[in-house]
């Protein structure tokens, strides 16, 4: 009887378990590069030199909180340089990015978010908003940045084994995003050689009449003269 008030509850545990670890992992490893629309600035704490840990910021020009989270992670980086790569995540327009670096310099990598998919993809309904990801793709922690203090991020790098292969330059974390320019096919050329000839056809047809005009009223006129000479002779013969 027991064995039978248990085993649901077991189950039933082992169901939720599997949702926590499973929403767990956002990414896998085979789907960096992340594709972005424009990177707006380089990292100019550090450079990608095959750091474990990726972290993005998402935040906006209008968001005041984020202007503070900023100079807290950038402040992380410098003492994470090592472990950690930070990456500010926008999905504003270049120009409202310039403007705003201009009064307020971010030292992380700024990029601009391809049509919303970073958003989408680690839900981020608020900002600022950070999420903390493996190079394996494993999301670490996610959340507001201000919650993420050093003795966290020591923890987590201490606890990860990282270990991932192929991701070794900033490339292979993040892509620009190059729309593929369409080649035309066989037929869409024959098409279209087709109708310029017609159209330089019918240009000469235009002009046909004009160019003709002159020698076809002499060849009526000498078709009309030879035929009046022939009706002639066959008069003369006949009387």
Same mark, same amino acid.
């Given at each position: 009887?027991? !064995?039978?008030?248990?085993?649901?509850?077991?189950?039933?545990?082992?169901?939720?378990?599997?949702?926590?670890?499973?929403?767990?992992?956002?990414?896998?490893?085979? =789907?960096?590069?992340?594709?972005?629309? =424009?990177?707006?600035?380089?990292?100019?704490?550090?450079? *990608? $030199?095959?750091?474990?840990?990726?972290?993005?910021? !998402?935040?906006?020009?209008?968001?005041?909180?984020?202007?503070?989270?900023?100079?807290?992670? %950038?402040?992380?980086? %410098?003492?994470?340089?090592?472990?950690?790569?930070?990456?500010?995540?926008?999905? =504003?327009?270049?120009?409202?990015? %310039?403007? *705003?670096?201009?009064?307020?310099?971010?030292?992380?990598?700024?990029? /601009?978010?391809?049509?919303?998919? +970073?958003? /989408?993809?680690?839900?981020?309904?608020? /900002?600022?908003?950070?999420?903390?990801?493996?190079?394996?793709?494993?999301?670490?922690?996610?959340?507001?940045?201000?919650?993420?203090?050093? $003795?966290?991020?020591?923890?987590?790098?201490?606890? *990860?084994?990282?270990?991932?292969?192929?991701?070794?330059?900033? %490339?292979?974390?993040?892509?620009?995003?190059?729309?593929?320019? $369409?080649?035309?096919?066989?037929? =869409?050329?024959?098409? $279209?050689?087709?109708? +310029?000839?017609?159209?330089? !056809?019918?240009?000469?047809?235009?002009?046909?009449?004009?160019?003709?005009?002159?020698?076809?009223?002499?060849?009526?006129?000498? !078709?009309?003269?030879?035929? /009046?000479?022939?009706?002639?002779?066959?008069?003369?013969?006949?009387?």
């Amino acid at each position: 009887m027991k !064995f039978v008030k248990i085993f649901p509850r077991a189950i039933g545990m082992i169901i939720i378990w599997t949702i926590i670890i499973s929403s767990s992992r956002v990414l896998k490893a085979d =789907e960096f590069p992340l594709e972005v629309a =424009e990177i707006y600035a380089p990292n100019s704490i550090v450079d *990608y $030199e095959g750091q474990k840990f990726i972290l993005l910021d !998402f935040w906006a020009t209008w968001c005041a909180p984020c202007r503070i989270a900023a100079v807290q992670l %950038e402040v992380l980086q %410098e003492q994470f340089r090592d472990d950690v790569f930070m990456i500010s995540v926008t999905d =504003e327009s270049h120009e409202a990015v %310039e403007k *705003y670096m201009k009064k307020f310099a971010i030292d992380l990598m700024v990029v /601009r978010d391809l049509g919303g998919s +970073l958003f /989408r993809k680690f839900n981020v309904n608020s /900002r600022p908003y950070s999420v903390l990801l493996t190079t394996n793709g494993d999301v670490v922690w996610q959340g507001h940045p201000s919650d993420l203090k050093h $003795e966290n991020l020591t923890d987590y790098i201490r606890r *990860y084994t990282v270990c991932s292969k192929g991701i070794e330059r900033v %490339e292979d974390i993040l892509s620009v995003y190059k729309p593929v320019e $369409e080649v035309p096919n066989a037929i =869409e050329l024959s098409v $279209e050689k087709s109708l +310029l000839q017609t159209s330089m !056809f019918s240009q000469k047809l235009k002009k046909f009449p004009i160019l003709l005009l002159k020698p076809m009223v002499l060849m009526i006129f000498m !078709f009309i003269w030879k035929v /009046r000479l022939m009706i002639g002779t066959i008069i003369r013969i006949k009387y």
